[in-house]
């Protein structure tokens, strides 16, 4: 009888895991917009400016003036979340219609397969995918203390201004790993004053000297580039671009001579934020904490979960390692991870391993 029962265990076991396999094989090999569901077309306000024209062709809401341009960068890990962040978008917008999102893809990612995922989930959005060469920051690019943070495409927004088409003059940066609870359109209505480039929440009390090694500080000709500044954190995750300034002000190349130096120095540690600090830090103009409520992705080892800042919310961003659909899958979130779950299209049958 003991045989039986032990034989029976087995049979079960080995069924079990027969059936997972099958079951991960299909979610590999079947293409990736069957394991998203359609999302719902969302009509928000009557009273919305119509961005298509006579002849609805894509070059004029491309370069509308009326419409919100959103970019994203968009590759196969972080599917998920950019899917995720687009639902949440178009579900709070107060004119969804409006709405051009912008997609960065590595040209080395199947532009194609990324781009029907969109247009499977999303039929109705005004959408262009471009391409970004990872030989374009490859060669600048140094290590940093998270290897996720070395991948090119992490430094695409800083070519934005390059990439886009030039009659887009202003546009709203979000990452994949962010949920929108509010009307992006007050965020993209940001005044950037006289001659800020970009806006973004600011984090005056956080300790700015940490974003920067010891060589740096050391170097009066490097620590100098504060002087006359009130250098202050943010977070490059959502920021509101005025790509005309950028453009007429050359960022781009700004930003690229940091991090030459940065691999013949080593003057700090962290990846693409660095740079940002560098060149803006104390010059751009503040936006509310509420639409950026970053650090969710906080590890949650031994129970250690972040908490939202005090105040209101317009935007949850899982910045940092966890990842909530990661530990959603894995059935260890940490309680702010519901509030991005029913944002989830992910089929139920499928699961993504990051």
């Not at 959005?125 to 490859?138: E, G, I, M, N, P």
């Not at 700090?268 to 600090?277: H, T």
Request: proline fraction near 6%; include cysteine.
């Amino acid at each position: 009888m003991k045989a039986i029962q032990e034989s029976l265990l087995t049979f079960l076991l080995l069924l079990f895991l027969a059936l997972h396999f099958i079951a991960a094989v299909e979610s590999a090999t079947l293409p990736i917009s069957e394991q998203f569901r359609e999302a719902p077309e969302y009509y928000n306000s009557q009273e919305c400016p119509s961005i298509n024209g006579a002849t609805d062709e894509d070059s004029y809401y491309i370069c509308s003036d009326d419409a919100v341009h959103v970019a994203m960068t968009l590759d196969a890990a972080y599917i998920r979340g950019s899917m995720a962040a687009i639902l949440s978008t178009l579900q709070h917008s107060s004119c969804p219609q409006n709405a051009v999102f912008h997609f960065v893809a590595s040209a080395s990612a199947n532009a194609s397969r990324l781009r029907a995922t969109i247009r499977a989930s999303f039929p109705y959005l005004k959408f262009q995918v471009y391409r970004f060469d990872d030989s374009t920051v490859a060669g600048l690019i140094s290590t940093s203390i998270r290897s996720a943070l070395d991948c090119p495409l992490n430094y695409a927004r800083s070519y934005l201004a390059n990439i886009l088409p030039l009659c887009v003059r202003r546009v709203v940066y979000l990452d994949s790993d962010l949920v929108l609870v509010d009307d992006i359109a007050k965020l993209a209505a940001t005044p950037l004053g006289g001659a800020a480039v970009l806006a973004a929440p600011e984090y005056c009390n956080a300790n700015f000297t940490a974003y920067f090694t010891p060589t740096f500080w050391s170097n009066p000709s490097l620590s100098l580039t504060f002087a006359n500044r009130r250098p202050c954190y943010f977070n490059t995750g959502v920021m509101v671009i005025d790509l005309d300034r950028w453009r007429t002000g050359d960022f781009t190349t700004k930003i690229e001579e940091w991090m030459e130096l940065q691999k013949r120095m080593r003057i700090y540690e962290l990846g693409s934020l660095p740079p940002f600090l560098l060149v803006f830090a104390g010059k751009i103009a503040p936006v509310d904490h509420r639409w950026n409520q970053h650090g969710l992705g906080g590890d949650n080892f031994r129970g250690l979960c972040r908490d939202l800042h005090p105040g209101p919310v317009s935007l949850l961003h899982w910045s940092g390692k966890g990842k909530p659909w990661v530990r959603l899958d894995a059935s260890r979130p940490c309680p702010l991870d519901a509030l991005w779950a029913p944002y989830d299209l992910l089929k139920p049958q499928f699961s993504f391993d990051s």
